[in-house]
């Protein structure tokens, strides 16, 4: 049983009696903590490989400010990784494969890993945290959408235009549906296991398909998740598993993604959140949208901001509070306080 279910409830359009509140990459580099334990792992991807200190990391944001969630630590990369193509991190860089999908035959050979085999680390980490949590809060289980995945696989690691990418695209567009064929058959996969590990929210990070136009994303990044949506256990041990997409950069396709069957959509900070309200109706329920660059000018600027988040989408139930991306490593500590604050304190009169 669920202390704290208020995150579930929102996600779910329930009442609730505030406005829940998590944050995309609540744990990592801001937090003095984190890279002491990163120290000690080693490295980055050490450290989502050991499940103790992978715990470790995903309960500190949770020992300092009141959040409503936990996130696994964990990294969308993971799959591609499984799949063979070689995932390291360049020294404070960014991810970078050792071997990108560059040849017909690497594309025609890929295999959908197993969970319980390559991926076994996250699923101890998942059941580890769930463990840990005690029921205090929930834990949310992510993936990457089979899109974003197939946008690091194509071009290698990270990039302003993700030009192999598109010129795949528009070249060969069948190998690139292959691609996410297999990518989405093990976002499948891979999140059901979450879900069996103890994962009770899904949350699927569409970092790149913004960057398509509207008849690309229909086809090559939302059909995908409409799959995944389908082919995921809405329920477990008699519980509800809401499910999340964000698409950063989707904002012109919001009724799209809501009509994708998922409980919810994820917001970026170009949006204002009362007209995506109106666009959705009673469909969905919206996660977001404060700009993360607000948590750099400090506490007041984040108090402001924040109110005007809450005042945006307005009255009534299916808001859950978040970022419109993840926390920068340049984040002081305080403005992540007295952001969780100001919204536990402001958001009761919305309910
Ligand atoms: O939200 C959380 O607290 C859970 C952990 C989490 C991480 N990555 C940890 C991480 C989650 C949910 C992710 C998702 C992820 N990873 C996405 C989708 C969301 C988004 O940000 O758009 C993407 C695109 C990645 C791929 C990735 N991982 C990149 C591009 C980078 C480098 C950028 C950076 O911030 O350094 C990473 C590394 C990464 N993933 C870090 C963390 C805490 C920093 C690595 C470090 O400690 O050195």
Redesign the pocket.
């Known amino acids: 049983m669920l202390k704290n279910d208020t995150l579930i409830r929102a996600l779910l359009r329930q009442p609730t009696p505030y406005t829940p509140v998590w ?7 801001y937090l003095p903590e ?1 890279n002491k334990t ?1 120290a000690q792992a080693g490295s ?1 991807l050490e ?1 989502c490989r050991n499940p103790d200190l992978a715990t470790e990391v995903t309960l500190q944001p949770l020992a300092r400010f009141a959040l409503d969630a936990a ?7 993971t799959i591609p990784d499984a799949m063979g193509l070689g995932l390291h ?1 360049a020294d ?1 860089g ?2 970078r494969f050792e071997r990108p999908l560059r040849e017909e035959v690497q594309i025609r050979d890929l295999v959908v890993p197993e969970p319980d085999r390559q991926l076994r680390y996250v699923l101890d980490t998942v059941r580890q945290v769930r463990k840990a949590l005690a029921g205090s809060v929930p834990v949310i289980g ?1 993936s ?1 959408s089979p899109f ?1 995945l197939a946008c ?1 696989m194509v071009e290698g690691g ?1 990039s302003a235009d993700f030009r192999t990418l598109k010129t795949m695209l528009y070249r060969r567009p069948d190998l690139l549906h292959h691609i996410l064929d297999i990518n989405c058959r093990a976002v499948i996969a891979y999140l059901n296991a979450q879900v069996e590990s103890g994962a009770q929210a899904i949350m699927v ?1 569409d ?1 790149w398909g913004g960057t398509l136009g509207p008849g690309e994303y229909r086809e090559y990044s939302l059909a995908y998740m409409r799959r995944v949506v389908e082919g995921l256990a809405r329920e477990h041990a008699g519980e509800r598993i809401p499910i999340i997409l964000f698409t ?1 950069g989707g904002g012109a396709w919001i009724e799209d993604i809501a009509a994708s069957g998922c409980d919810a959509v994820g917001l970026d900070w170009t949006v204002d959140l009362g007209a995506a309200r109106a666009r959705v109706g009673k469909r969905v329920a919206l996660q977001g949208n404060l700009d993360p660059a607000v948590l750099l000018a400090g506490p007041e600027a984040v108090r402001d901001r924040a109110a005007a988040v809450l005042a945006a989408y307005g009255r009534g139930n299916g808001h859950v509070f978040n970022l419109g ?2 926390v920068s ?1 340049h984040t002081p500590v305080e403005s992540v306080a007295a952001l969780v604050e100001i919204v536990r304190r402001l958001s009761p009169q919305f309910h």
């Not at 995309?24 to 580099?29: D, F, I, K, N, V």
């Not at 996130?71 to 990369?77: A, C, G, K, M, P």
């Open positions: 944050l995309m990459r609540q744990a990592g580099r984190y990163r980055f450290l996130i696994v630590f964990s990294d969308i990369l991190f404070g960014g991810p992510f990457g974003t690091y990270g990070f970092t950063k991306h993840g490593q």
